[in-house]
């Protein structure tokens, strides 16, 4: 069929290996933008906290999450968002039909929907610039913080790029830290004790982003 398309493509500069599909797959969530890839071990009464992430940063939130739970003594579930975009789009739908149809129940955003019972701070994290993750901000009523690649002028090995950038492994930790200080869930000192334990202010201490050899 000769359709007039341009279809437009952006790529990460690292590799990433595809998991196998699990048992009882979201595939509604996987269409619509979020689903929920990886519950919180062994919640308990711990602190709680959501860490969205998309692409290359989702081993990262992994990654993350298992620190949370062994090092700090805290919750966090993992969403993969397979599209900021889609949930903003919906989002602004959801927004129009409220506002042209005033008197009737407003539909719910899907990502409303999907996070609705998720307790704690959002973190939301991109190998793009915080913008992107941002775009969803208004359609959650979480504490919410945003990580991303933002600026200019840094040149280097991925793993000292993610932690230049602030959107590395110790970086979702420290932020989800930094939100349940806020919170007065934790310890206040926690956060600054996580910068200066994962070195978050050395570039050559970063170990996020290898995967696939150096870039």
């Known amino acids: 069929?000769?359709?007039?398309?341009?279809?437009?493509?952006?790529?990460?500069?690292?590799?990433?290996?595809?998991?196998?599909?699990?048992?009882?797959?979201?595939?509604?969530?996987?269409?619509?933008?979020?689903?929920?890839?990886?519950?919180?071990p062994e919640p308990g009464t711990k602190p709680r906290a959501q860490i969205l992430a998309s692409g290359v940063s989702v081993p990262w939130a992994l990654e993350a999450q298992q620190i949370l739970n062994e090092d700090w003594n805290i919750a966090a579930d993992v969403w993969s968002v397979t599209s900021w975009n889609e949930l903003r789009r919906d989002g602004l739908a959801a927004e129009e039909e409220a506002f042209v149809n005033p008197g009737q129940d407003p539909r719910t955003p899907f990502v409303t929907q999907q996070l609705a019972g998720a307790h704690g701070p959002v973190i939301a994290v991109s190998d793009y610039m915080k913008a992107v993750p941002d775009q969803i901000r208004q359609f959650i009523p979480n504490d919410f913080a945003s990580l991303g690649a933002d600026g200019f002028g840094f040149s280097d090995t991925r793993q000292a790029a993610r932690r230049y950038f602030k959107n590395d492994t110790h970086s979702i930790v420290t932020k989800t830290l930094q939100l349940l200080a806020q919170r007065g869930e934790i310890d206040p000192g926690a956060p600054l004790y996580a910068i200066d334990r994962y070195k978050l202010l050395d570039v050559t201490a970063g170990t996020t982003g290898g995967a696939g050899g150096e870039s």
Request: hydrophobic share 30%.
């Open 1 to 40: 069929q000769d359709r007039n398309l341009m279809y437009y493509l952006t790529v990460y500069n690292e590799p990433i290996t595809q998991p196998a599909e699990p048992d009882n797959l979201d595939t509604n969530g996987i269409i619509k933008g979020i689903y929920k890839l990886a519950e919180a």
